[in-house]
């Protein structure tokens, strides 16, 4: 049942049976159906998610109502809004499934407790956080820089095999053009 969520921490951290043993003490699991919101803007986040099965976005509604999706997380992805759960402060971003989805999950104050008793722990997240932030750095400079269908191809890199799991307007809020325009890039490249 866990053996994605420990070969995910296995990529940063090596956990001894005892330290597995705590870890695991404090991971819930959850089953979610399709269009579920984990986060609602305005709310705090509570909880630290993996994706084990399903998928699930990270997103922002903007005053037109306009959803603007800022992360697709697949199976063996975290997610959160990092700035709400950290502080515990008032959620800027929406997390929702896109997908029916089985996750696993620390709560804030859990985690904060797995930080003293498995100090590997605090590593796997602080690698974790570091390479989000880089991967969002990257994010921004290729959409301040890169034409539209060259911001599709890294997509494409990115989340190889999720275009046939959601829909054609989540990838073009995601690339933040309009669908019509997507499937005019995606004609291109047949």
Known sequence: MHNRFLTNLALHISLDP?????????????????????????????????????????FH?????????????????WITDITSFSGQLPA???????????????????????????????RFFRILIQNGFSMYQRRITSNLSLAADERYARFSQLYPGIEQRITQKQIASYLGITPAFLSMIRGKKL
Not at 33 to 39: A, E, P, R, S
Request: aromatic residues 14%; contains cysteine; charged residues 30%.
């Open 92 to 122: 800027f971003y929406s997390i929702s499934t896109m997908e029916d989805s089985e996750i696993f999950y620390f709560t804030h104050d859990e985690l904060e407790q797995l930080y003293l008793t498995v100090p590997k722990i605090e």
């Open 61 to 77: 509604t903007d005053s037109k109502g306009e959803d603007h999706n800022i992360l697709f997380c697949p199976e063996n992805w």
């Open 18 to 58: 005892s330290e597995t043993d705590l870890v695991l003490a404090k991971l819930h699991s959850r089953q979610v159906k399709k269009n579920t919101y984990l986060l609602r803007e305005g709310d705090i986040c509570r909880h630290f998610y993996f994706v084990n099965e399903g998928c699930i976005r990270l």
